[in-house]
């Protein structure tokens, strides 16, 4: 079956310092990658995606690169903030024959002041 | 504009006790998504709408769960009976249409006594 995002960590950061957020997949099919951002008692919150034809997308203080040699993708966030303390989800679409958005389990990334 | 809106936002019920949940997609978003998401993992699909239509129904549980969304808007979850493994949150979310951003409502956290 797919699996997307098999590890579930939690990364602690001092504020102020880059995060790195992990994420592997394992559908060849997914063509789009999205980073969705949860807060507690909230619904996740899209950040930033990117397309199977790209490796590098950026957005205001964030980051994903895309490996599709060894299906992996990368959410960097700078100069991290408090308010960036949450757990981040990794999800892939394949829009193929076969279409389904998968969520990996998520990173929970605790941001010390 | 209004997000995706979802009721109730809470909900303790005893087993065996039927449930039901409802969602409000974003006005125009022709997708519609119910995800089943258990403490510290991510959601997982358990329907997907393209209007009224259900082309993804697999993680259903259709002996206890169905849905409907029966004028393409708005989409009510139920359960019927409710089991103590049924305790979590359900999401709701929406998208214009297929293979994009989801827009998420805040969930409807259920607890199955």
């Known amino acids: 079956g797919e699996n997307v995002g098999l590890h579930l960590p939690t990364l602690s950061v001092q504020e102020g310092d880059n995060s790195i957020i992990n994420c592997a997949y394992s559908?060849?099919?997914?063509?789009?990658f999205i980073w969705y951002k949860q807060e507690s008692g909230k619904g996740p919150q899209f950040i930033i995606d990117?397309?199977?034809?790209?490796d590098k997308r950026q957005g205001q203080r964030v980051t994903v690169l895309l490996n599709k040699t060894v299906k992996h993708l990368s959410l960097q966030i700078a100069a991290t903030q408090p308010g960036d303390s949450a757990v981040y989800f990794c999800a892939e679409n394949a829009s193929g024959g076969y279409q389904k958005v998968t969520f990996g389990t998520g990173t929970k990334l605790q941001v010390i002041p | 504009e209004a997000g995706v809106v979802q009721s109730p936002r809470y909900k303790i019920i005893e087993k065996k006790q039927p449930v039901a949940f409802w969602c409000n997609p974003i006005?125009?978003?022709?997708?519609l998504y119910w995800y089943l998401q258990n403490l510290g993992q991510g959601p997982e699909l358990l329907i997907r709408?393209?209007?009224?239509?259900?082309?993804?129904d697999s993680q259903l549980p259709k002996d206890r769960f169905s849905a409907e969304r029966l004028k393409g808007v708005d989409s009510t979850l139920k359960i019927q009976p409710a089991e103590l493994g049924d305790s979590a949150v359900y999401l709701c979310a929406s998208s214009p249409d297929f293979g994009g951003e989801l827009f998420f409502g805040e969930g409807s956290r259920l607890t199955v006594l």
């Open positions: 559908n060849s099919a997914s063509d789009y």
């Open positions: 709408y393209e209007n009224e239509e259900a082309v993804d």
């Open positions: 990117i397309r199977s034809n790209m």
């Open positions: 006005s125009g978003h022709n997708t």
